[in-house]
């Protein structure tokens, strides 16, 4: 009887979240807004306005440095793309900085076997003043399928919160009516959660039936302090938004500020942790062309990438803090018995100049196999793996803003039969 509860419970589940077949695990790739902006000057600043040849640039490097084959698939610009007028009734692309035009663009990104992202804002305008959707929604759900978009991040600026839920679900609707699979980033729950006075709580069943992603909380900046305080809100959060994860749908902490100029190798170290740990999409917004090996080497570890996308989809939490050390927790594959395996990540927010040391056990971490656990360093894989047992203390010197992040893995059973 308890078991056909449990299966009910799971058909139930899988049937009530966006069925599009898209975003299994959280979605990879880069994006333009937090290193770019709405830099649209090209005159100026050749480099880094939001063009055509920023994106086909950025999609260059994703292929030939190694992004793509580590699963950064996407590439996606964000606001300020378009003329500031409709045309016709369509959005059309910015003529001077994107002279050949969206599709122009996103068959380019196609021929290198990425994927295209783009932005639309439902409401009158976007947050930089661009044509917003309201009012059109029909045409420009048409126009991403006539350009072969993949990817859409609907923003939700200048319109009434009250409007937003059925407005995101029409959308949702008519993406599907045109026939084009479509990953659908969603932004109310930010503005119910953060940006509306008084905040709202989002109806979290409704998103996961209607977007594959959400952006929950404030847009990150360039800073450690904007960074943490995106974790915090997932720390603090955890129960209430947290178990709406899974494949098909995520919680999205906006995207990886590694490479730009506000987190320190140690901090950059922290985000990333802390952003597998709780199944965040891979987004990155840096430079591509000026990215330091050291960070690169961060964006390509295949063992964090490993646990960010780990296909059970379960989104990990902050399991405790104390001395300054936060411990998150996050169960991934493989599964030894009843027993999963753990990516645990210790967090340091002391500033006390040397690796503070952090005593643990087992038990510390709520890890229950009797056999222990064989543990590996993700950020170090020249550090040899070691054995844990239930009685063994070990001593974590966590650097000051840093993080260490390691996977634990079950031992089995029948091991020494
Ligand atoms: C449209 O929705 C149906 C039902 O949820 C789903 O099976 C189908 O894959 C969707 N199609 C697209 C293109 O998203």
Redesign the pocket.
């Known amino acids: 009887m308890k078991s056909i509860i449990i299966i009910f419970c799971i058909y139930i589940s899988i049937a009530q979240a966006?069925?599009?077949?898209?975003a299994k695990t959280p979605p990879m790739g880069w994006m333009s807004w937090e290193r770019f902006r709405c830099i649209t000057d090209c005159d100026k600043y050749p480099d880094e306005c939001i063009s055509e040849r920023l994106i086909m640039e950025m999609a260059d490097i994703m292929v030939k440095d190694g992004y793509l084959d580590a699963g950064y698939e996407y590439v996606n610009i964000d606001d300020c793309w378009s003329e500031l007028e409709r045309e016709d009734g369509k959005i059309v692309a910015d003529k001077k900085r994107f002279p050949r035009g969206i599709k122009f663009l996103s068959d380019y990104v196609h021929s290198k076997g990425l994927k295209f992202g783009t932005y639309l804002d439902y409401g009158t305008k976007t947050c930089a003043g661009y044509p917003g959707s309201l009012e059109y929604l029909e045409t420009d759900a048409q126009s991403l399928a006539d350009w072969n978009v993949d990817f859409i991040k609907m923003d939700g600026c200048n319109v009434d919160t009250e409007k937003m839920v059925d407005g995101y679900i029409e959308f949702g609707r008519l993406?599907?009516?045109?026939?084009?699979?479509?990953v659908y980033s969603c932004s109310w729950p930010a503005y119910f959660e953060f940006y509306r006075k008084p905040t709202m709580i989002p109806d979290y069943e409704v998103l996961k039936k209607t977007c594959n992603l959400w952006r929950n909380w404030k847009d990150i900046e360039d800073s450690y302090e904007s960074m943490l305080f995106t974790a915090d809100y997932f720390a603090e959060h955890a129960d209430r938004v947290s178990p709406h994860a899974g494949p098909g749908h995520w919680n999205d902490p906006d995207t990886l500020l590694l490479g730009n100029f506000g987190l320190t190798y140690e901090q950059s170290k922290a985000q990333l942790a802390i952003w597998a740990i709780i199944a965040s999409p891979f987004l990155l917004s840096t430079d591509l062309r000026t990215i330091t090996p050291e960070i690169k080497e961060l964006l390509l570890n295949r063992e964090i990438i490993a646990i960010d996308q780990d296909p059970l989809g379960i989104q990990g939490k902050q399991l405790k803090k104390g001395y300054g050390i936060e411990v998150w927790v996050r169960p991934v594959l493989p599964r030894i018995g009843n027993e999963y395996s753990y990516a645990v990540a210790f967090v340091s927010r002391r500033t006390d100049g040397h690796g503070y040391a952090f005593p643990y056990t087992l038990a510390d971490l709520e890890l229950k196999n009797k056999n222990g656990y064989i543990v590996k360093d993700l950020f170090n894989l020249k550090r040899s793996t070691f054995e844990m047992q239930e009685n063994d203390m070990t001593e974590e010197r966590v650097n000051p803003t840093g993080a260490n992040f390691y996977k634990f893995t079950p031992i089995e059973n029948n091991r020494e039969l």
């Open positions: 966006l069925d599009n077949g898209l993406m599907n009516a045109t026939g084009r699979p479509i």
